[in-house]
């Protein structure tokens, strides 16, 4: 057996068995890693609340030699993120990163620059305002595409290699990793119009912004550009579907 100590952050949990949870963490030296944390789901348990997410806790785990899994040993909590916990905006959005993190990875893929990008995310959301959580839900996106490898082209067309600041009009092709210029655009029926502004907003956003102040220029009617467009590259290069938390967000916002 070997002795695992690491940062971690909950990300989702299941029963098992009468009083244990299934926990899936994703941990900043293993990646993501799941363990069972014995009498879990019992309310005076030591691991009740530490294990639920989005907690951000020093863990202790037993493991089996080569397996990317363990028994949960013990844990000290750094930060439970109340703020997310007790309202339903930022819970809707912080799970929603998780989701995302969750399909964009597999078990042990460790990515130390990701992990500190989820935890600045969680920062955010908790102590930020409503009106950015979409943008911050962007950037991390953006960040997240980055650092597994499939950052998207901003800066040329992927097909003909045109310089952007020679475009006359812009289209994103996310089967194509980014963006196209008119003549290969309008030759591409999945190609996706969209502004110079949303453009180059994705470029600063990937290489100048900061999460702690994600401003982009031309207000909301950008932002929602910039969403759609990471959704659908989102769905065509990672994950086939929308989580739940997704669905979850547009039904708050339609209720707003």
């Not at 994705?202 to 969403?227: C, F, H, S, W």
Request: hydrophobic share 40%; charged share 25%; glycine share 8%.
């Amino acid at each position: 057996m070997d002795i695992l100590k690491t940062r971690a952050v909950a990300l989702k949990d299941y029963k098992f068995l009468e009083q244990d949870k299934i926990v899936i963490f994703y941990t900043q030296d293993f990646g993501i890693f799941k363990v069972v944390a014995k009498g879990a789901r019992r309310i005076k348990s030591r691991f009740a609340v530490a294990v639920q997410f989005p907690s951000y806790i020093d863990i202790l785990v037993y493991r089996r030699k080569s397996l990317n899994s363990g028994i949960l040993s013990d844990c000290r909590i750094r930060h439970l993120f109340p703020g997310i916990r007790k309202n339903i905006f930022r819970f809707a959005y912080a799970s929603y990163l998780a989701e995302i993190l969750l399909s964009s990875l597999k078990e042990g893929q460790v990515n130390k620059a990701l992990f500190s990008l989820l935890l600045r995310a969680l920062f955010t959301l908790e102590q930020g305002k409503k009106e950015d959580f979409g943008i911050v839900s962007s950037f991390f996106k953006l960040k997240l595409f980055h650092l597994v490898g499939y950052t998207p082209q901003l800066k040329r067309c992927v097909e003909c290699g045109k310089n952007r600041d020679y475009f006359n009009s812009f289209y994103f092709a996310p089967a194509k990793g980014g963006i196209l210029c008119e003549e290969c655009g309008k030759k591409d029926i999945q190609a996706i119009g969209t502004s110079r502004t949303a453009v180059l907003a994705m470029d600063y956003l990937l290489y100048n912004g900061k999460i702690t102040a994600p401003t982009v220029p031309g207000g909301r009617g950008v932002e929602k550009q910039i969403n759609s467009l990471l959704d659908a590259y989102f769905l065509f290069h990672i994950d086939g579907e929308k989580g739940s938390s997704w669905s979850l967000i547009k039904h708050l916002e339609k209720l707003k």
